[in-house]
């Protein structure tokens, strides 16, 4: 199960292999909006998490890929958890753990040092007679190599620590999903409701969905995966028998034809049914 | 349900070997190298291909987990009571621009750790227990402190580098400062230090013609002023002369005493200060002198003493033989004629800025000096001036007839105002143009809908930035939802009003992405020249 989290009210997804899965098994893009852990302080490239649509995360709930998950109420330990016995036994937990991980990893430097140095141990000798040429004979007996071992530090400043991007502890709790609430207030709202059908409807057809506010409209449609294509369609949602202003007709028309994509409107028929109506720019000549 | 506590179970957490492994991890993002995108895909493998690459480049950096050296890591706790992040251990570079101190104690704010955090600058606990990214993402944002909207501005803006504040309203500057443009005066005293203006001595600055006759209203009377006489000792009556004139003559006084003493064979008699001589004149005074004595409380009558004219636009320059009394014994005066000299002296232009320039020809243009009207230069007290004031209004009021000017609609402009054409659009004008200020103190004591989230400082400042002191923002940033209603111009008042002198921009925030947008005044140009 690809597990969603709720914060307020925006869908996360928190694991680097549900992204993946999303990506490449549901065609469900996203947007990443956290810091890259390799390069944090730029934007061209962000990391985790994965903020989904209401329509995207929707999708996967229907579908019954995904669950949708609240931060629980119930907190792992209470405020006065200093003398809870769970709870020292975490701390303990960890404590004991970060040791170890330091024993380890003294261990494994000083065997990559070992290793480094025996690769080495070629130059080293020639160094060293070099040295002592250079010096004469008249200087002190050469002082014995150092044994690798004892002179290595590996001091506990230098010890990796992993700062873990996804939750630690799998305390969850599940939101359902279909009625309006606090924490997930888009089920049954019509507004929702309409983008959804017109976001299902794509999606069937194979094509890959993004939001499409960069470009004034709801969606933007990829025949694609974004990341090598370019979108096709800004598709606009509009209530079916809501009037509409030719001004807006023609300034979304306008703005399709300047970024060479075709304009959309999609409205849902009575009976579920998207209906398509494309805008062309066209001149009598 | 039961949180079920599996607290390193995940299959997330790196081993020591892997930990140890990240650090000799690249340290750059690989360029997306794989070419343009295409139009459409075709099935062909070379797509597919492209495709893979990419994706696997994505997944290999989302795969990244943070990872550094305990010892570059600042160790802090999550207080949720307090709502702040307290640093137990000392902080790093970040100081400079983030975090404050109470208690003694230093503290960071929910978004300024949890962006630390991102950043892997800090190990941030609670309870003894470390918070992973998305541990302090749902326990540092709420909606009371600082929004998840609001956090993905500030994260969006410090990784762009600039430094970030809450806004603070006590940085603002009161009305009555920003009436009194406190502030610009500070900046502006700073400069004075380093540049002078031209003619900063209110003595030299007096003697302008230029700056003060012209400029100084037109009421002035003619030539009452004592220092003309002892400066213009040739007709004032000089409208059209050139500045670099003026400056030269008032600069006359300093470059004699300069100049002439290296000449062996001229001895300088007139010297500043000034010293009592008879009967030692220029010949060319042709203004009408009136005895000042009385008023001068000095022992110099100034009445009698001129100074040599020794401008560029002085034909005569005949030095008379100084007084014998004033010289020092052993040395002999003699008349001499300073043409030869004068042309020596001032040199150096002066060099006018473009918009000086410009000033001074509309000046020339539009302005006149009250000195030219014969009528004014006749007059020899304010009494006479403003006798002959009166008389010229009466007659102009004749000629205004009746039926025209004595009912209560009059017309909007009077016949002898002399204003410029722009001056006329704007008398006559119906309609005011508004500022964005207008009105906008009033709007403040209703409750105010939107609020200033955040101050923003340019990245380049960060060496010079004191968070005690940060000054004034580059901009104010307001973060607002994308399906949020376009602020009315009510608030955008209110926000502006908040804000003082400085920008606010419109963050809007759209599952993720972030769209920045003012409302910026903007003054019609007005194409009448001038």
């Known amino acids: ?285 | 349900m039961e949180p079920e506590l599996r607290p390193r179970a995940s299959g997330h957490l790196l081993s020591p070997a892997e930990l140890l492994a990240v650090r000799t991890r690249d340290h750059k993002i690989p360029q997306r190298s794989h070419g343009q995108k295409d139009f459409m895909p075709d099935g062909s493998e070379e797509q597919q291909e492209k495709l893979c690459q990419c994706r696997d480049e994505q997944w290999q950096l989302l795969r990244e987990e943070r990872v550094e050296r305990l010892g570059s890591l600042v160790k802090a706790e999550w207080k949720p009571l307090e709502g702040i992040v307290e640093l137990k251990s000392p902080a790093g570079k970040f100081w400079h621009t983030m975090g404050y101190t109470e208690h003694g104690k230093q503290c960071l704010l929910p978004e300024e750790a949890l962006y630390l955090l991102e950043c892997g600058s800090i190990q941030l606990f609670y309870k003894d227990l470390p918070l992973s990214v998305q541990e302090a993402y749902e326990n540092l944002l709420s909606q009371m402190s600082v929004s998840l909207l609001k956090y993905q501005v500030f994260s969006h803006l410090k990784r762009l580098g600039y430094i970030v504040q809450r806004f603070r309203s006590s940085t603002i500057a009161t009305p009555y400062e920003q009436q009194l443009n406190l502030d610009s005066h500070y900046q502006n005293a700073e400069k004075k230090h380093h540049k002078r203006k031209r003619s900063s001595s209110p003595w030299l600055h007096g003697k302008k013609p230029k700056t003060s006759e012209r400029t100084q209203e037109y009421a002035q009377p003619p030539q009452k002023d004592k220092r003309h006489h002892e400066s213009s000792s040739h007709p004032v009556s000089d409208g059209g002369s050139l500045p670099e004139e003026k400056v030269k003559e008032s600069d006359s006084g300093v470059a004699v005493e300069e100049t002439i003493p290296t000449a062996s064979d001229a001895v300088q008699c007139y010297q500043s200060p000034p010293v009592c001589m008879e009967d030692h004149h220029e010949s060319s005074t042709t203004t009408s002198l009136e005895s000042q004595g009385d008023t001068c409380p000095s022992r110099w009558n100034f009445t009698t003493i001129t100074f040599p004219n020794m401008g560029a636009d002085c034909p005569q320059t005949v030095l008379l033989q100084p007084d014998k009394r004033l010289l020092p014994e052993n040395v002999t005066a003699r008349e001499v004629d300073a043409t030869r000299w004068r042309k020596r002296l001032n040199q150096k232009h002066e060099k006018l800025s473009h918009k000086e320039r410009e000033h001074l020809e509309w000046e020339r243009k539009y302005k006149s000096s009250i000195n030219e009207d014969k009528e004014v230069r006749q007059c020899s007290t304010w009494q006479e001036y403003k006798a002959l004031l009166k008389k010229k209004r009466q007659q102009r009021e004749k000629n205004c007839p009746a039926h025209f000017w004595k009912q209560t609609v009059t017309p909007l402009l009077k016949p002898d105002q002399g204003l410029s054409t722009a001056d006329v659009l704007q008398q006559i004008s119906v309609l005011q143009p508004s500022h964005i200020l207008d009105g906008a103190s009033q709007l403040q004591n209703n409750s105010i809908a939107m609020k200033i989230d955040f101050d923003v400082y340019p990245a380049d400042t960060a060496s010079s930035f004191k968070k005690n002191k940060p000054g004034k923002p580059f901009v104010r940033m307001c973060v607002r939802s994308f399906d949020e209603q376009i602020p009315t111009l009510r608030a955008v008042k209110q926000l502006a009003y908040q804000s003082g002198d400085v920008p606010v921009v419109f963050a809007l925030v759209d599952n993720g992405d972030i769209a920045f947008c003012s409302f910026k005044e903007f003054k019609l140009p007005v194409d009448v020249y001038p």
């Open chain 1, 1 to 285: 199960m690809i597990r969603i989290h709720v914060l307020e009210g925006k869908a996360f997804v928190w694991n680097c292999a549900d992204v993946q899965r999303i990506r490449e098994e549901h065609r469900i893009v996203g947007t990443l909006v956290g810091a890259l852990a390799r390069k944090p302080r730029q934007n061209v490239r962000l990391g985790l998490p994965l903020q989904l649509l209401p329509e995207e995360a929707r999708l996967l709930l229907e579908k019954d890929v995904a669950t949708l998950i609240k931060n629980p109420s119930s907190k792992p330990f209470a405020d006065d958890a200093e003398q809870d016995p769970l709870f020292l036994e975490a701390v303990a937990a960890y404590q004991e753990e970060q040791e170890e991980s330091y024993m380890e990893q003294l261990r494994l430097a000083a065997e990559q040092r070992k290793a480094l140095l025996g690769s080495l141990a070629e130059r080293i000798a020639q160094g060293r007679a070099k040295k002592q040429q250079q010096k004469g004979e008249g200087g002190e007996p050469l002082s014995k190599p150092a044994d690798p071992e004892s002179s290595f530090v590996f001091p506990r400043e230098s010890m990796m620590v992993q700062l873990p991007t996804e939750r630690t502890w799998l305390g969850q709790e599940e939101v359902d999903w279909h009625l309006p609430s606090k924490e997930w207030p888009y089920g049954g709202q019509p507004e929702h409701e309409m983008r959804y059908c017109v976001f299902q409807s794509l999606w069937e057809q194979g094509y890959y969905i993004t939001s499409g506010s960069k470009f004034g409209g709801d969606f933007l449609v990829y025949p694609g995966d974004p990341m090598r294509f370019h979108a096709h369609y800004i598709a606009l949602c509009v209530t079916r028998d809501a009037p509409l202003s030719l001004c807006d007709i023609i300034s979304v028309g306008r703005l399709g034809t300047s970024v060479k994509k075709t304009v959309l409107l999609c409205s849902v028929d009575q009976d579920g049914t998207v209906v398509y109506t494309s805008l062309q720019w066209s001149g009598m000549q």
